[in-house]
Each structure stands twice: as C-alpha cells, then as structure tokens.
C-alpha cells in the first residue's frame, strides 16, 4: 500500500514529538493511511485510545511499585485489596483491552489490501511470543499518536 505525503508528514512530525522514539513508523504509517483511505477514523481513535490505556497498564504491571498505598479500609469501609488482588485486576483488564485492541486492528485490516492485511497480521496479530513483543512496541507507538493528538487539543 502507498502512503501518502500528509501521512508521511504527520509520522515525522510524530517521531519528532517522541523524540525519535517510535520503533514501527512503516507499519504506523500503513494504518494512518488505512483508516484515512477508510474514512474509520473513531475505529482509528479507538485503536489510539486503547493502546494508551494499554501503554499505561503495562507501565504499572512492569513496575514493583506497591499497588496498595494503605492498609487498612477504604473510605466506605471494605477492606482494601491486597496487592495481589489489585494486580491481578490490572492483569486482567489489560487482557480484555488487549482482546478489543486486537479486535479493533481486525476491523481496520479489513479495508487494507491483501498484502498488507496479511503482513500486519503475521507481524503484530500471531498468536506467538515474538507478535506479542511486536504488538506491544507497536501500542507503545499509537500511545504516542494519541499523547500527539491530545497535546494538539490544548
């Protein structure tokens, strides 16, 4: 698929932004221009929205930061969830954000065309560890999108 100049342009003023931090800018490229060419732009901002959502769970699941600030009681009296508790309800709505993602890319693929619909979903939707790695880095580079677009709103 060719990818216009707009889109060129706006994926270098990205990287810019990211500092020259994104990791996927073809295949970023490639799905600006299919929901562009597609008219899916709220599947688009979906996609960006819940691949920053993502972004950030993931941060939180990396960290060894105690995911309890205090013992004890909430403000309505239930006990506060341990760690392992509120870990484990992290865990588990990045599992389903991850489903919907995944679900959303699905639908955008369906308007590229063969090649690149096959490409992208050997590379980012496989069920395998090395697609899983390349689906992160690639939610990691929408999160940037959406943290571009957002900046633009102010």
């Avoid at 003023?13 to 008219?39: H, R, W």
């Avoid at 899916?40 to 959502?53: E, N």
């Avoid at 909430?74 to 990045?94: C, D, H, L, V």
Wanted: glycine fraction near 6%; proline fraction near 1%.
């Amino acid at each position: 698929m060719k990818v216009s100049s707009k889109t060129k342009k706006l994926v270098d003023v990205l990287n810019g932004y990211s500092g020259g931090k994104l990791k996927n800018i073809d295949d970023l490229s490639l799905l600006i221009e299919i929901a562009e060419v597609s008219g899916k732009d709220k599947l688009f901002y979906d996609i960006q929205f819940a691949a920053k959502y993502l972004n950030g769970l993931g941060k939180i699941l990396q960290s060894n930061v105690s995911l309890t600030t205090s013992k004890g009681t909430s403000g309505n009296g239930t006990p506060q969830p341990s760690a392992e508790e509120t870990r484990a309800k992290i865990m588990e709505e990045y599992k389903n954000n991850m489903t919907k993602l995944t679900v959303y890319l699905k639908d955008l693929l369906m308007e590229a065309d063969e090649n690149t619909k096959k490409e992208i979903e050997e590379k980012y939707l496989s069920l395998n560890r090395t697609s899983l790695v390349n689906l992160t880095t690639l939610i990691y580079d929408l999160s940037w999108l959406k943290r571009y677009y957002n900046s633009k709103r102010i």
